[in-house]
């Protein structure tokens, strides 16, 4: 599943299991869409997967579930381990970075065994552990799953990985 190519390989994270290795400790994503002739992004929460799927979640309404609707594809951007780089000079500054571009497809899904599994998902991305979330609470909740159809990671000023 990888990504489009990549121009400083340089700085391409080699590793399928390194790549995974970011998205699964980072908690934000940044989700794009398309909307019409607009792009919209998003930070959004997710709980991820392996090997190929993230889970997001959302109240009931919004311009983020319309756009889904219409446009199910979609493209995401998680980064971490970020370091400033300060240089005697403008151009001797830098910046220490890795992250994960991917692409994908989205689902809102509608089983409830899903929903939780996704919702579980999303509390082991940020240290919880999941749990009872009560009918009426997950009927209310929108749980979206993105199929992970292409991933790329890079890094700047760590070793090759």
Do not use: N
Not at 97 to 110: D, K, Q
Not at 113 to 131: F, P, V, Y
């Amino acid at each position: 599943q990888q990504g489009p190519s990549m121009r400083r390989k340089d700085r391409q994270i080699e590793s399928v299991d390194a790549v995974r290795e970011v998205i699964g400790r980072c908690q934000v994503l940044h989700l794009a869409m398309v909307d019409g002739d607009h792009p919209y992004v998003l930070p959004l929460s997710y709980g991820y997967l392996e090997p190929d799927m993230l889970y997001l979640h959302s109240a009931s309404e919004g311009r983020k579930l319309d756009i889904l609707r219409a446009a199910p594809q979609v493209c995401f951007a998680i980064s971490t381990d970020h370091e400033l780089i300060r240089g005697e000079r403008p151009c001797g500054w830098g910046f220490r970075y890795r992250s994960v571009i991917g692409e994908g497809t989205v689902s809102f899904v509608t089983d409830d065994a899903e929903k939780r599994m996704g919702l579980d998902a999303i509390m082991r991305q940020h240290g919880g552990e999941g749990g009872d979330y009560g009918d009426a609470s997950l009927a209310a909740t929108i749980v979206l799953r993105v199929d992970i159809t292409s991933l790329s990671g890079k890094h700047a000023g760590y070793q090759s990985e």
